[in-house]
């Protein structure tokens, strides 16, 4: 056996000059480090272990100065096998890194795919633990989450019951207590007027729901009090069709093509109670979602206005959560929610509404004008959750609640 020292500035330099000098069959027999770099130390022997075997012998004693250990030749087992793979080792490859080398990906996938199979049963056992322990509280999670609400709410509002409460009671305990973290505003803008600007992703109803709200206005105070105004110079048409509405209605209507000139015209407006304020759609996700955010505001503060979110209630949960949290920019008073009639579930609306806190102002279901717009209710937007999930015949399986609330189970009675 021929043993022989390198050193060098790391660990890595030193195993490229033990393969280029030794080629593949060199061993280590220990490794240590030094103020100047490390030291490694090989053999070189006519009858050399495996590749994978030297594999297990450096990474044991990496971190160690140990003496020189001769390793008899021998299958690899299993766990040198393991180390290995670690190492980026195969047969009749070079001699492995060291612990200081960066890992093989797949060890570190497989151990996440460990850890995710093993999480994933510890949630099922709670799950299960749950629903023999306290049957009422798992029913309770499961009505919620059918309804489409968010789970970290959905166990909030579990979490606000009584000790003791039976199934009933706690079912519409529940209920009340998500109507009371739902804000609405209530008629305010019809009775008494404003200056809102709307804004909201592309296509969830914000121009017709202006011209509801102008409908509902002209019938009850009369056409001369309101003005209508188009920011929306990116859709085609969005200034005509504003145009077209003024018209029917009686209504001033005008067009300008950014917010900049927004104060001039409402200071020639300063007799007009109500000021509807439309602006052109865009993704949560556009580049210049800032930037617009910014220059409206600026402007909303300077002409005394508000801004109202516009949603629609049938997108889908993970797109509204989205919205709330992108437009939050914009700083919104208040939410529109559109297209009732189109959601297959509320749920995933009422979350996001309730955890951002942003009160509702007015909900539409349709596309009649001005027919299909009501001020929200709280308790009827509940009511209205409850029926979806009853009349379309959700339900939810015990995998699903066991990630959702396997982690949380034990806080519940």
Known sequence: MNIKTYNAKDMRSALRKVREEQGPDAVILSTRHLPE???????LDSQAPTAIEATATAFATTQTIAQPVQVEAAQPSPFAALLASAAGAAPGAA????????????VGDELRSMRHLLEWQLSQLAWNDLTRRAPAAAELLKELTTMGLAAPLAAELLGEL??????DDAQRRVLAHLSRRLKVTGDDLLDNGG?????????VGKTTGIAKLAARWVMRHGPRDIALVSL???????HEQLRVLGRLLGVECYALESA???PALLGRLSGARLVLIDTAGISPRDTALEARATALNNVVAQIGAKVWLTLSAGAQS???DEAVQRFAVFQPAAVVLTKIDEAASLGGALSALAVAQLPVSYVAEGPRIPEDLAPARAHQL?????????????????????RKFGKVAHAFR
């Open 232 to 238: 929306d110079d990116q859709r085609f048409g969005a």
């Open 195 to 203: 200056r809102v600007a709307f804004v909201g992703p592309t296509g």
């Open 37 to 43: 770099g490390v030291e490694v130390t090989v053999a």
């Open 318 to 320: 993970a797109v509204l």
């Open 95 to 106: 001699p492995a890194v060291s612990a200081t080398s960066a890992p093989d990906p797949r």
């Open 162 to 167: 009584p000790d003791g409460i039976g199934l």
């Open 382 to 402: 509940v009511a209205r959750a409850v029926y979806l999930a009853q009349s379309n015949d959700a339900t939810v399986g015990d995998e699903l609640l066991a």
């Open 260 to 262: 900049e000139a927004l």
